[in-house]
């Protein structure tokens, strides 16, 4: 069965410092990955996503992620925070060979401090 | 080119009652999947649909069931409405033969059960 894991619930960093948001999944099969972002009373909007090409992923706004198998990880990564930036994260995987199914995981709150 | 749309915006409704929720895909997408995303929660898949059929559900009760058009829009209904229905319910379309497929979401529709 997939699963994904993030692993803080909430990150605090202040404006200009680099943005670290982790992410672990389990999956039977290779499986497809994503970030989306979720600001207040807004819709969800994709940041990046992996689909078995490159293991390092470029996405919008400066975020980038990095499929690391060995450690099933995926975590998503900035180099310098933006006040705009704060937001809820969530963290997905889906396995278009198997089910199709698409879980989310709980979610990160990243708040920017100025 | 027009995103993913949901109606209405939000809505109250008491115990016991039906609802009927909308969603119009993005252009050139035709498949559909409803989460409900309770508040401080990660989206929680209820099901998809592709070609007007249920074709992956999560666990969700037979409470909750939906529809799909010949145009590929979708209602999500809900009968016997709970308290804990309570929740923002996202519609996201996708395109079904795309490898890795990508969901798009709208703005979702907020219910509030009383």
């Known amino acids: 069965a997939q699963s994904v894991t993030q692993l803080d619930s909430h990150v605090s960093v202040s404006e200009g410092t680099p943005v670290l948001l982790r992410c672990n999944y389990s999956?039977?099969?290779?499986?497809?990955l994503f970030w989306y972002v979720q600001h207040p009373n807004k819709g969800l909007q994709l940041l990046l996503k992996?689909?078995?090409?490159?293991?390092l992923v470029k996405g919008i706004n400066g975020f980038e992620a990095e499929f690391k198998k060995s450690e099933t990880s995926f975590h998503l990564t900035k180099p310098s925070a933006h006040m705009s930036d704060a937001a809820e994260y969530f963290c997905?995987?889906?396995?278009?060979?198997?089910?199709?199914?698409?879980?989310f995981g709980k979610g990160t709150r990243l708040h920017i401090l100025p | 080119d027009a995103g993913v749309t949901q109606s209405p915006t939000h809505l109250i409704k008491t115990r016991g009652q039906q609802v009927t929720l909308r969603c119009s895909p993005k252009s050139g997408h035709d498949t559909v999947s409803w989460y409900q995303q309770a508040l401080g929660q990660g989206p929680q898949f209820i099901f998809q649909y592709y070609e007007e059929e249920e074709r992956q559900r999560g666990n969700f009760p037979d409470r909750f069931s939906g529809h799909q058009f010949p145009n590929y829009s979708s209602e999500l209904n809900v009968n016997a409405l709970l308290l804990g229905d309570s929740a923002l319910y996202l519609c996201?379309?996708?395109?079904?033969?795309?490898?890795?497929?990508?969901?798009?979401f709208g703005p979702g529709t907020r219910l509030l059960v009383l």
């Open positions: 999956s039977s099969y290779s499986p497809s």
């Open positions: 997905v995987v889906s396995d278009r060979q198997r089910d199709d199914k698409i879980i």
């Open positions: 996201a379309s996708s395109s079904r033969g795309a490898v890795g497929e990508t969901q798009y």
């Open positions: 992996y689909t078995s090409a490159a293991t």
